[in-house]
């Protein structure tokens, strides 16, 4: 197809999943979305007994517990699966009015649930029709029922509800996530909750060591159903997203740890308290100590009871958010970059990944930037109009998570963490020469004093850059449509070190490149001396099903991974930078290079990257 049309088609959403990079055959689908509801008829069975255990959980804090849900069915089947709702009254009372799908008649059910599996996992039901399932729930904010169901899932037929379970605070504060905020010495602290201005009011209070203790108040937004794009968030997918609170810690004194905790004062005078937590604050800009930073993209979430384990969706992401946490206490900062939890319009599906990322978002800051499965929706101003979204364009993602751009609805920012500074960019707004984004990546990349912050970083979640990958390769540009044109002259003037990227679910590495020209004489695994151009790094292998390389591999492609991983880039000093890629598998380093460069050799001149001189005098 020639790349003119192709884009063309792109724009109009005319190829929407093959824009965005979605595989076929299914795999880009969110397994909620498997599960026709509207279809859902009942056939409720007295002979069928479901019972859940504990029926109140969270006794001693906690915001995830397991139960057991005892199933006996005389009347089993292969076909047989069962379904977790929350709340967990979700029969036709709950419906809302507005149901253009079910025009003829009004459904039994219309609600989705949050997770399913099954029954033929577990051998005891085939066999005799009686099992008990064990599932891990969450906190979020409402009960719980376990339901069974025969037929497909296109077809289910409703055979039998459990009691409820709940736990004895569902509207508890979970779920911290740190940002960096908008100076040096400021981090933010977001977290969710059931309580509403109206009901309590929301605070941090935080110490370190010798120093007095704070408090912080916190501010609290929101959303609704109108305000999503379309559906499923407007309709099956829909489920109240409770409250989001931030709360702005200043004034921190560098590398310091501080100790946490989310409060919220009730109006009849007691306080709800989370547990404690930990973080250190931020090097100074430039300070010259050790610095660790990890990137991925792609990650979205996994459950460990293995349910919704439709086409192993998104096999990878426990994996890495195990990596991490296991090695948390050589960790500064994370950069997920876009394609954070594949909710596609299932809003259960953002409190299940802020459950899974908790241990590393509440101890150190957890950036995130956009991807066409947060935003892309027709008509509402992405630059793609894809339906990858699932019609919340945006909403959650820029609601539930902090991050500290001038415009919450405009994805960019700056965000400086001691000898680094990072230019995120937005791929699913308009990047190209004159726009606004445009005029942001430039003053990003130009107001850095690389004396102090030698590491310059951009990141963005479609490859504006350089990749094999296969959707690429076959139209012979091995870049998203119209991708680098614009911004390579930036990269090159400013002296970008590393670009990364998401959105192709595999690992790349490319030489130091301009205008798709190798520019550092076969150099792989050591750079040093003077800049001469940007190593472009794809990284989008954090979680979901994995993308194939092109059978063409470019000159300037130096490592490919069909696998998944993540980077960590360790600045030692203002002079040394290692980067290392790591399976998620076991963690262990499968490609990495050094960086070796003095002040002197970003003041170097190379080609395009310095302004025209005189000899004049």
């Known amino acids: 197809m020639p790349k003119v049309l192709f884009v063309l088609l792109c724009l109009v959403g005319l190829l929407s999943s093959r824009c965005s990079g979605d595989a076929s055959n299914g795999r880009g689908d969110q397994p909620l979305a498997q599960i026709n509801i509207y279809k859902a008829s009942l056939a409720l069975d007295t002979s069928v007994h479901i019972h859940a255990s504990p029926q109140v959980l969270g006794l001693k804090g906690e915001d995830t517990e397991w139960v057991d849900v005892a199933i006996s069915n005389p009347k089993h089947s292969s076909n047989d699966w069962i379904a977790v709702f929350s709340p967990a009254k979700f029969d036709s009372s709950t419906c809302w009015p507005w149901q253009p799908q079910t025009k003829e008649k009004s459904p039994y059910l219309c609600s989705s ?141 560098p590398n310091r740890e501080y100790t946490y905790r989310l409060g919220h004062d009730l109006f009849n005078g007691s306080t709800i308290w989370s547990k404690n937590y930990t973080f250190v604050s931020s090097p100074f800009p430039g300070q010259d100590s050790l610095q660790r930073v990890i990137i991925f993209g792609d990650m979205g979430k996994g459950e460990r009871d293995g349910s919704n384990e439709y086409n192993d ?190 959105h192709v679910h595999n690992y790349e590495r490319t030489c130091p490149i301009y205008q798709s020209q190798c520019v550092n004489n076969g150099k792989k695994d050591h750079y040093s001396g003077t800049f001469q151009g940007t190593i472009h790094v794809v990284v989008g292998g954090a979680g979901s099903h994995l993308s194939p390389f092109s059978s063409l591999t470019p000159k300037w492609s130096l490592v490919q991974d069909y696998d998944y991983g993540f980077v960590k880039l360790t600045a030692s000093d203002h002079s040394n930078l290692l980067f290392e890629y790591k399976k998620s598998s076991n963690g262990q380093v499968h490609d990495s290079f050094k960086i070796s460069r003095d002040y002197k050799d970003v003041l170097a001149c190379t080609h395009d990257s310095c302004e025209p001189t005189t000899s004049a005098s």
């Not at 509440?362 to 109009?385: C, L, Q």
Request: negative net charge.
């Open 313 to 502: 969706y998104q096999p990878g992401s426990l994996n890495t958010t195990d990596q991490l946490i296991k090695d948390l206490k050589n960790i500064d900062i994370v950069f997920h970059i876009g394609d954070i939890t594949y909710s596609n319009g299932y809003l259960s599906q953002w409190d299940q990944f802020t459950a899974q990322v908790e241990p590393v978002a509440s101890k150190v800051p957890y950036m995130i930037a956009s991807g066409n499965h947060e935003r892309d929706w027709p008509d509402t101003g992405s630059f793609y109009a894809g339906l990858d979204s699932g019609g919340e364009c945006g909403v959650p993602a820029e609601t539930m998570f902090y991050f500290p751009a001038e415009n919450r609805a405009k994805f960019w920012y700056a965000a400086d963490y001691g000898m680094f500074r990072f230019c995120v960019a937005d791929s699913e707004h308009d990047w190209r020469e004159g726009t606004e984004q445009y005029k942001f990546i430039e003053h990003c990349l130009a107001t850095v004093d690389r004396k102090t912050q030698p590491w310059l970083i951009f990141i963005a979640h479609r490859v504006l850059g350089y990749s094999s990958n296969d959707w690429y390769g076959k139209e012979g540009t091995f870049e998203e449509p119209m991708g680098r044109e614009s911004l390579q002259k930036l990269w090159q003037k400013y002296k970008v070190d590393i670009a990364f990227y998401g």
């Open 113 to 253: 649930p949050i997770k399913y599996t099954y029954m033929r996992n577990y051998p005891d039901y085939t066999k005799s029709g009686n099992a008990i399932v064990k599932l891990q729930i969450i906190n979020q904010r409402a009960d719980v029922s376990f339901a069974l169901f025969s037929g497909s899932l296109d077809q289910p037929v409703l055979l039998g509800v459990s009691n409820p379970v709940a736990f004895v605070n569902p509207k508890a504060p979970v779920y911290p996530r740190l940002a960096l905020g908008k100076s040096w010495d400021e981090m933010t602290v977001t977290w969710t909750s059931g309580y509403n201005i109206n009901e309590a009011v929301p605070f941090i209070e935080w110490s370190s060591k010798g120093l007095p203790a704070r408090r912080s108040p916190a501010g609290t937004i929101t959303f609704n159903r109108n305000s999503m794009c379309g559906e499923p968030a407007r309709g099956v997918g829909w489920r109240d997203p409770g409250f989001f609170h931030t709360s702005f810690l200043k004034e921190l004194w």
